[in-house]
């Protein structure tokens, strides 16, 4: 339960340091607060759900592991392209500030999702070693 902790709170300062950002570039150039909000909600559970997908398999066997972590990656793509397809075809954001939000985000937060999935493997073979 540990790893998940950490990187929830690491999700959370990070996303308290993103949204400061986001206040400091709103008080200053007109960004559409609701496209933004919505990308990085997208975008952050995106992420929490690829980091339980992963601690889910984690002592799995390596077929098991396989399947529900690169699956997973394929669902999670798919809904979350369908997701902005529609959010998109209902003209729920703007999309300019949509669509620079969820990449700066998706590219910040897969950073994020990566040094998690090293810090677990770190954890088990110092476990292992130690």
């Given at each position: 339960?540990?790893?998940?902790?950490?990187?929830l709170?690491?999700?959370?300062?990070?996303?308290?340091?993103?949204?400061?950002?986001?206040?400091?570039?709103?008080?200053?150039?007109?960004?559409?607060?609701?496209?933004?909000?919505?990308?990085?909600?997208?975008?952050?559970?995106?992420?929490?759900?690829?980091?339980?997908?992963?601690?889910?398999?984690?002592?799995?066997?390596?077929?098991?592991?396989?399947?529900?972590?690169?699956?997973?990656?394929?669902?999670?793509?798919?809904?979350?392209?369908?997701?902005?397809?529609?959010?998109?075809?209902?003209?729920?954001?703007?999309?300019?500030?949509?669509?620079?939000?969820?990449?700066?985000f998706?590219?910040?937060?897969?950073?994020?999702?990566?040094?998690?999935?090293?810090?677990?493997?770190?954890?088990?073979?110092?476990?292992?070693?130690?």
């Amino acid at each position: 339960m540990k790893p998940l902790f950490d990187f929830l709170l690491k999700l959370f300062i990070l996303s308290v340091i993103l949204w400061g950002v986001v206040y400091w570039g709103y008080t200053r150039y007109p960004v559409d607060l609701m496209s933004v909000f919505t990308a990085w909600a997208i975008v952050a559970v995106n992420t929490l759900a690829g980091y339980v997908l992963f601690e889910y398999a984690f002592d799995k066997e390596s077929r098991v592991f396989t399947l529900v972590v690169f699956g997973g990656v394929a669902m999670r793509l798919l809904l979350i392209m369908a997701l902005v397809l529609v959010i998109n075809l209902l003209h729920l954001v703007r999309p300019i500030d949509f669509a620079v939000s969820f990449i700066s985000f998706y590219c910040i937060y897969l950073v994020v999702e990566i040094l998690g999935y090293q810090k677990r493997n770190q954890l088990k073979n110092a476990a292992r070693n130690g």
